[in-house]
């Protein structure tokens, strides 16, 4: 009886213990920052959609001349098997307004250097796509690969800070934390505080609803592990 009991309480632990692995999978990464972990506001690492063409759901809208532009691809992962691919496309993650602060990070990947840029930043859906004269140009915390001399820009749109170079074949994660009291935010690359800061030139945060993806460069280009977070514990 006792040896049954011991099996049974082995399983209740074992089944906890899965339970929770997979609950902490599906909800912690991305916002373990030191010794600090963020509240999750989503987190999508793409393994749940079919490989081939994507079909936006679960708040996602592509924008682009044509859905063959964005893929769920299987070629390159982050730390699993699937991936966003966009050719020339953007996609939209609209998750809602949020408590200020709020930040983002990012796995993204080029296998060619190309032409243009590719691109990931905050933005407010409405005005982003002009229909919301409140925040003006309704981008925050915009991190920019250029492809032309491979160098990695982070600013406003307008007031931009060369804060390293990146190589094709190589993922790069991208997180901001944005800081309110300073009006400012950080950027880590790889783990590597590559920007500090950085100034926050753009009013109306409060109306950051969407992270914005887009891939103008000519080539292939994946995002994984996308996560946006409530800046504060
Ligand atoms: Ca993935």
Redesign the pocket.
């Known amino acids: 009886m006792r040896g049954r009991t011991r099996r049974l309480h082995f399983v209740t632990v074992t089944l906890a213990v899965t339970l929770l692995s997979a609950w902490l999978n599906v909800w912690l990464p991305g916002v373990v920052f030191g010794q600090t972990v963020y509240p999750t506001v989503f987190f999508d690492?793409?393994?749940q959609y079919p490989v081939g063409i994507f079909t936006p759901t679960r708040g996602w809208q592509v924008l682009t001349s044509s859905l063959l532009d964005a893929n769920i691809s299987d070629v390159h992962?982050?730390?699993?098997?699937?991936?966003l691919l966009l050719k020339d496309a953007t996609a939209l993650r609209i998750f809602g307004l949020q408590p200020w602060p709020v930040g983002y990070q990012i796995a993204v990947y080029a296998d060619a250097v190309g032409q243009g840029a590719f691109e990931v930043m905050l933005v407010n859906k409405d005005g982003f796509l002009g229909t919301n004269p409140d925040c003006g140009y309704c981008g925050w915390m915009l991190v920019w690969f250029e492809s032309f001399n491979r160098t990695i820009w982070v600013g406003d749109g307008n007031q931009m800070t060369a804060c390293g170079t990146w190589m094709p074949g190589t993922w790069y994660v991208v997180k901001v934390v944005p800081d309110p009291s300073t009006n400012t935010f950080d950027l880590w690359i790889n783990n590597t505080l590559v920007g500090r800061d950085l100034g926050m030139y753009w009013p109306h945060e409060e109306l950051i609803d969407s992270i914005y993806l887009r891939s103008g460069a000519n080539v292939d280009v994946y995002f994984?592990?996308v996560s946006v977070f409530l800046a504060r514990p």
Request: avoid cysteine; glycine fraction near 8%.
């Open positions: 690492d793409f393994e992962a982050y730390g699993d098997a699937k991936s994984d592990n």
